[in-house]
């Protein structure tokens, strides 16, 4: 699906979840324009877990905004070519990286396109992100776990149709000079389980541990 205008904060999708404290009607972010300068996210209590707020700026104006529950993907477009974009986290500047592209994730999505580009799992109770690149062109570029607190900031620099995409639900185009903010979203979210739910045997069956050859 391919965005175009400012959209509405769409809320994240996930099986057998509810949302807490749902936002009040109408209510925008309080994030200002400018490279991770947006008021610090306010972390979810112990038990929950929250998404991740997206807004997306072009000449420091707010273009787009919504939110994700698994990860966030800076990525290339069709045409192949890697893209090239610096990374900040509250406003500090961490590196300029040419790659197929970036993944922020959260604890739950650690398990997805995360884990298949060489990302670390975050088990759920870690009130943390992951920043895992995707194909880069430096092989000293490695994820980098950070704090559910921190502002994650995209600038794009160079690259043929770069993108951002959501959950693999939806995508923004976007273009060299575009900012992509990322941060813990406000609200959280409790995940309800099944009785006798256990998240390592569910990474066993997942992931295939302990079988026999």
Same mark, same amino acid.
């Given at each position: ?9 769409? *809320?994240? *999708?996930?099986? !057998? ?23 610090? !996210? ?48 509250? @406003? ?8 197929? @592209? /970036? ?5 739950? @999505?650690?398990?997805?396109? !995360? /884990? ?9 109770? /870690? ?29 794009? /620099?160079?690259?043929?149709? &770069? ?26 979210? *409790?995940?309800?389980? &099944? ?19």
């Amino acid at each position: 699906m391919r965005a175009t205008a400012m959209s509405p904060i769409r *809320r994240p *999708r996930a099986v !057998a979840s509810i949302l807490v404290s749902p936002p009040r009607p109408g209510h925008a972010p309080s994030d200002r324009p400018g490279v991770g300068h947006g008021e610090p !996210a306010k972390l979810p209590s112990d038990g929950h877990e929250a998404g991740l707020a997206v807004v997306v700026m072009r000449k420091r104006e707010k273009i787009f905004r919504t939110v994700a529950f698994n990860d966030v993907v800076v990525s290339r477009g069709g045409m192949g070519s890697m893209i090239e974009f610096e990374v900040y986290v509250d @406003g500090k500047f961490v590196y300029i990286l040419r790659s197929d @592209g /970036l993944i922020i994730c959260t604890p739950t @999505g650690s398990t997805a396109y !995360a /884990l298949s580009s060489g990302g670390p799992i975050l088990h759920p109770s /870690l009130p943390a992100m992951a920043l895992v690149p995707i194909a880069p062109h430096t092989l000293s570029n490695r994820p980098i776990v950070l704090p559910k607190s921190a502002t994650v900031t995209v600038v794009i /620099l160079k690259g043929h149709d &770069p993108r951002v995409n959501f959950d693999v639900q939806s995508h923004f185009e976007l273009q060299p000079g575009d900012k992509v903010e990322i941060k813990a979203h406000r609200h959280p979210i *409790r995940l309800l389980h &099944p009785e006798g739910y256990s998240y390592f045997a569910m990474l066993r069956e997942k992931l295939h541990w302990s079988e026999k050859l």
